[in-house]
């Protein structure tokens, strides 16, 4: 018998949906990324009002000052949908369990100077606050906000506070008693150092404006106190007393640099959409950054002692230059 | 001049790197065929791993083009920041 052995090259007669061919034309297919994305927030035939807010449509392009041509112009540089949003997460949640495993099996908190950890304590645990804080904020942008390609990587970003919270959390159990979460709370509540980085976090929370919220969270918060208190604070515990808070405090670090890339790309869409658009977010940017300024300055000097004033005014700096590179006013 | 080649599996992860050398080389010419992908291009070819990471979204280390890759002809330059085919050497 004689077979004979042929390649049928069958090309496929639709790359991608529809509606994402009139985005993205109809010749190539689409990245999965585009296709979870693009046009996935429903935008017609809702025949009623929300009752608890009749001004507005249930998903409505006025509930910011911000205006934008096309709200699925936020692409996200990291690409996440929820598929590679989780394997992304799983990663490096494997790495923190590593690091904290590490950390207990060889009972380095134990052996941890005191000095260092009462230190470490006194910042990173009234921070679990903090967090839930960004959680909520995040959660409200993406409740409020238009379009899946925004909306979307604000509810990752407040499910990532969310984890944050519970790694410091371990953190404090780590080091110290439960006893010491509770401490934390009374600070957070009651110091007078903390009470200007509470107000700041609970007036978000009323903030109508959700493109707002983002500057006042993502871009101006996160963006001032990461640095200060995972970059400048750990780097101080690390010369003082060795790198175990680094390995404890691994994911955020990380986090922050991962997720900066996507503010940024966020901003620069934004402010680059229009003139009006460029000048609300400088506006929203200074006083907010303002307040933060203020806010932090009492954390910083706990935290790094004499050094406190030189790191803000470099943070400053750093923060100002980075918002000219995606187009806003510093 | 000779032509050099690079062929590929058909993936997600090859779809940005051959969008990424083709943006790069403006030479290339792109050959489809059942489950794999073969980029011809005049006497050179560069990869850029600036270029993918910025299709992908993530970083890239080039070594992972191994992964995927079947087959190539022409004088390998690797270095962390891009891999090049040419018949210099």
């Known amino acids: 018998m004689h077979l004979d052995l042929r390649t049928v090259s069958i090309t496929p007669l639709r790359q991608t949906f529809d509606s994402i061919a009139e985005r993205i034309g109809s010749d190539k297919p689409a990245s999965r990324y585009q296709e979870a994305t693009l046009d996935v927030q429903p935008d017609a035939n809702f025949h009623y009002r929300p009752l608890w807010d009749p001004e507005h449509e249930l998903y409505d392009v006025s509930r910011t000052a911000i205006k934008m041509q096309d709200w699925y112009a936020f692409k996200d540089p990291r690409q996440f949908y929820y598929g590679t949003y989780t394997l992304a997460r799983a990663r490096m949640q494997e790495t923190a369990e590593g690091d904290f495993d590490f950390v207990e099996t060889r009972s380095l908190a134990t052996s941890y100077p005191t000095t260092a950890k009462d230190l470490a304590l006194q910042v990173l645990l009234p921070l679990r606050h903090v967090e839930w804080g960004a959680n909520m904020n995040n959660t409200s942008m993406c409740a409020y906000g238009y379009g899946a390609a925004i909306t979307q990587a604000c509810l990752f970003n407040a499910m990532d506070h969310l984890g944050m919270a519970q790694y410091l959390t371990r953190t404090g159990l780590l080091l110290d008693e439960p006893a010491a979460l509770d401490a934390a709370k009374q600070t957070w509540l009651t110091d007078p150092k903390w009470q200007g980085l509470r107000r700041y976090v609970e007036d978000t929370f009323v903030l109508k404006d959700w493109f707002e919220l983002f500057i006042a969270q993502n871009l101006v918060l996160n963006g001032l106190l990461y640095p200060l208190v995972y970059q400048h604070f750990d780097q101080a515990l690390s010369v003082q007393a060795g790198p175990v808070v680094s390995m404890l405090t691994r994911f955020q670090s990380e986090w922050y640099a991962e997720t900066s890339k996507w503010v940024n790309a966020t901003l620069k869409i934004a402010a680059g959409e229009s003139t009006d658009n460029q000048q609300l977010l400088s506006g929203w940017m200074k006083t907010y950054r303002d307040r933060a300024i203020t806010a932090l300055a009492p954390i910083a000097a706990l935290a790094l002692a004499d050094k406190a004033n030189a790191v803000m005014t470099e943070l400053l700096e750093e923060f100002n230059t980075r918002a000219l590179k995606f187009g806003l006013t510093p | ?89």
Do not use: C, Y
């Not at chain 2, 590929?8 to 940005?16: A, G, K, S, V, Y």
């Not at chain 2, 910025?54 to 083009?65: P, T, Y």
């Open chain 2, 1 to 89: 001049m000779s032509n050099v080649f690079i062929i590929f599996q058909t993936n997600e992860d090859t779809r940005n790197i051959v969008e990424a050398i083709l943006q790069d080389n403006d030479a290339a010419t792109v050959n489809e065929q059942p489950a794999m992908v073969r980029i011809d291009s005049p006497g050179n070819l560069t990869i850029k791993r600036a270029s993918i990471e910025d299709k992908m979204g993530r970083d890239f280390d080039l070594q992972e083009l191994h992964v995927n890759l079947i087959s190539l002809s022409g004088n390998i330059n690797e270095t962390d920041d891009e891999f090049s085919l040419s018949w210099k050497h």
